[in-house]
């Protein structure tokens, strides 16, 4: 069997192994975040169970730890009130990154995680099945249910060689992405073999495995080998070590791609899509207005120590600026110890704290127009902060490179030698310290509420059998979650719906909230109408639930990204599928549109019929439910089909 067969068979409760079919499978670790984990732990309790069923939840602040206000200290108040109470893991703020620390401190070979963030299947780097989810995914993890999941289909990436010099792990997430785009990957796993993986850390395993969600597949899995055991010695968790690897000939893998890594060169993601990929050699002299080094994506001991070798001797460009965030406070001390961070202070580098930080827009952000080079995982416009900067994902290294010439440079033309080195210091120091494990649950611990603290969502009603409502928005492909919901300042109302609401399409539509609050008001329903992978990016289920609060009904899209979708029949809105393109070009905006006999369609799993009344035209659209999120559909949401079962 492959890597991930191995893991799903044995965690597998209802189903079997069928690519595409619903199966069901036990999580052994949670993770949340502040930006998703406020809502999740609401849920948490509105679910009303007060043992923690699963073997380790971890809840991390980690992104919105810039404390402009009250709203976000209270959050931070209310998360460890929560740890307290339930006997769950609290990762302080400033301790790091999820990613980096659960990496770290706590990520185990062959077991599954389930996290309220996209990038959970970082841990896939060091051989686990982890998977992003929304929030109320998580919670309900948390109370011991199955997570439900499509068996996902496998593709094999074989990798040969070894990379060469000024050549990243960066620059081999950059090419996956470069073959096989931001599209069309849904319900893949990339299960990653061959000789060439061999010659790679964990931490550069991570990286590949972090940035296979902007390909939008369900997670990406490494083996377990003598090169992982080498990582949890010096974690000091070789206890947690199993060797994982697939079979030989393993009929599991539906199709297989070879990347030879001595033929990967430095290459980056150009505005303002991951997979908009070109190599750095043809952007070489574009200038450089900021440089940011960090994220869960890049921020290793071994990524931070190369940068600072690269800079040593050197000064940052006197028209860059240059921000460096470590991952972990682990990551942090380490190079303080082995003399990378005296590097970095004297070249001219700006220190950030141990989180997400520019990544996600809420610091940092660049001037207008600016050009920014990051060695994050995501680029959609606007998500640094200013809507007109243009930011380049790259490698530790070409973005090193590029803080001291100013300007885009491919690293194998600078005048330094390649540094080497180690993935790990020989002895690593360790300090768990801003790690608070609760000795046990303390149901007596009373739950702190700030006031910008809404309730648990509520309010959800059965699906009406006729959905009268206009096409409050028409949208084209790609729309992301920080299209349908910003990050950034706006994050601090995560915990606030009715506020966090106001800000729905922010981006591309200042006038759509007082559009669909008017619809509300007048007993109509919003409809969005969208084109090829709606809702990519983030696992941020404010992207539905706002638009839910709104009384957006149904989306019709061309086609759904993986976790938006699932957050959207979480909270009871229609994800339909149009069946020809035709169908998308004939609706405008402000379309009257009537869905007929809906319960009854889904019910016997019949087509549903939209009729336009502006336009006089019927059609007709399809959905990729399983039976069970039918259900879930028909009872207006997961909360209350939930309740119907207990």
């Known amino acids: 069997m492959s890597i991930t067969r191995k893991i ?4 597998i409760e209802e189903g079997k192994f069928e690519p595409g079919e619903e199966i069901a499978i036990r999580i052994d670790q949670t993770l949340t975040q502040d930006a998703t984990g406020t809502m999740a732990y609401l849920q948490f309790e509105a679910l009303g169970i007060s043992d923690l069923k699963t073997e380790l939840s971890v809840c991390y602040v980690d992104h919105n730890t810039i404390q402009a206000g009250f709203e976000n200290a ?32 706590f990520a185990i070979p062959g077991k599954t995680l389930l996290g309220s963030d996209s990038h959970t299947p970082t841990a896939g780097g060091i051989g686990m099945f982890a998977i992003g989810a929304g929030g109320l995914d998580v919670a309900v993890a948390m109370c011991g249910s199955p997570f439900y999941l499509r068996c996902p289909r496998i593709r094999a990436l074989n990798l040969k060689g070894k990379l060469q010099p000024w050549v990243a792990a960066k620059d081999v997430a950059l090419k996956v992405l470069q073959l096989f785009t931001t599209r069309g990957n849904v319900g893949y796993v990339f299960e990653y073999r061959g000789e060439g993986v061999k010659t790679l850390s964990v931490p550069e395993r ?3 495995a972090n940035m296979g969600a902007e390909c939008g597949v369900t997670t990406s899995v490494f083996p377990s080998d003598e090169i992982t055991l080498a990582f949890l010695q010096a974690q000091r968790r070789a206890h947690d070590w199993s060797e994982l690897k697939a079979d030989a000939d393993t009929p599991d893998y539906e199709s297989e791609v070879e990347i030879d890594l001595s033929e990967v060169v430095p290459l980056a993601a150009c505005p303002h899509s991951p997979d908009n990929v070109k190599p750095v050699a043809e952007l070489e002299g574009t200038e450089v207005n900021q440089v940011c080094i960090g994220s869960c994506t890049n921020s290793s001991f071994k990524d931070l120590m190369t940068v600072a070798r690269i800079l040593e001797g050197n000064k940052v460009h006197p028209d860059v600026e240059l921000i460096i965030a470590p991952g972990s406070r682990q990551v942090l001390a380490n190079i303080a110890r082995a003399g990378g961070l005296s590097s970095l202070i004297d070249a001219g580098a700006r220190i950030a704290e141990c989180t997400c930080g520019f990544c996600i827009g809420n610091s940092y952000a660049p001037h207008n127009d600016a050009v920014s080079l990051r060695t994050s995982n995501r680029n959609f416009m606007g998500r640094s902060g200013t809507e007109t900067a243009k930011v ?3 490698s530790p290294e070409t973005a090193a490179v590029a803080a001291i010439t100013g300007e885009i440079t491919d690293p194998r033309n600078f005048r330094k030698s390649y540094p080497a080195v180690e993935s790990l210091p020989q002895a690593l120091y360790i300090n768990d310290s801003m790690i608070i494990q609760p000795a046990k649950k303390d149901m007596d611990v009373e739950i702190y509420r700030g006031p910008n603290m809404g309730a648990p969502p509520s309010g959800f009603i059965p699906l009406p059998d006729t959905i009268h409502g206009a096409v409050t928005i028409k949208l084209g492909d790609k729309i992301t979650t920080d299209h349908i919901i910003p990050a950034g300042s706006r994050l601090k109302y995560r915990s606030n719906i009715a506020r966090y609401a106001e800000y729905v399409f922010e981006l591309l539509d200042r006038d759509f909230y007082d559009r669909a609050i008017d619809n509300r008001a007048r007993g109509k329903y919003n409809i969005i109408v969208a084109g090829d992978s709606y809702g990519q990016g983030s696992s941020r289920e404010h992207a539905a639930l706002c638009p839910a609060y709104l009384g957006v009904k149904a989306v019709i899209a061309k086609s759904f990204e993986r976790i938006h979708m699932a957050n959207l029949v979480n909270f009871g809105i229609l994800p339909l599928l149009f069946n020809s393109h035709s169908d998308y070009d004939a609706i405008d905006m402000g379309d009257e549109l009537e869905l007929i006999a809906v319960r009854r369609s889904l019910v016997n799993n019949e087509q549903i019929t939209i009729y336009n009344k502006s336009k ?3 059609f007709k659209v399809d959905y990729q439910l399983s039976k069970r999120e039918q259900e879930i559909i028909l009872a207006g949401g997961l909360l209350p089909y939930i309740k119907e079962r207990r």
Do not use: M, W
């Open 8 to 11: 799903i068979e044995s965690h």
């Open 74 to 105: 209270d959050d931070h108040r209310y998360l460890k009130s929560i740890a307290r109470k339930y006997g769950i893991v609290f990762s302080k703020p400033g301790n790091g990154i999820c990613h980096q620390v659960h990496l770290e401190r």
């Open 616 to 618: 006089e035209h019927e």
């Open 392 to 394: 380049y994902l790259v």
């Open 206 to 208: 991570a990286t590949i």
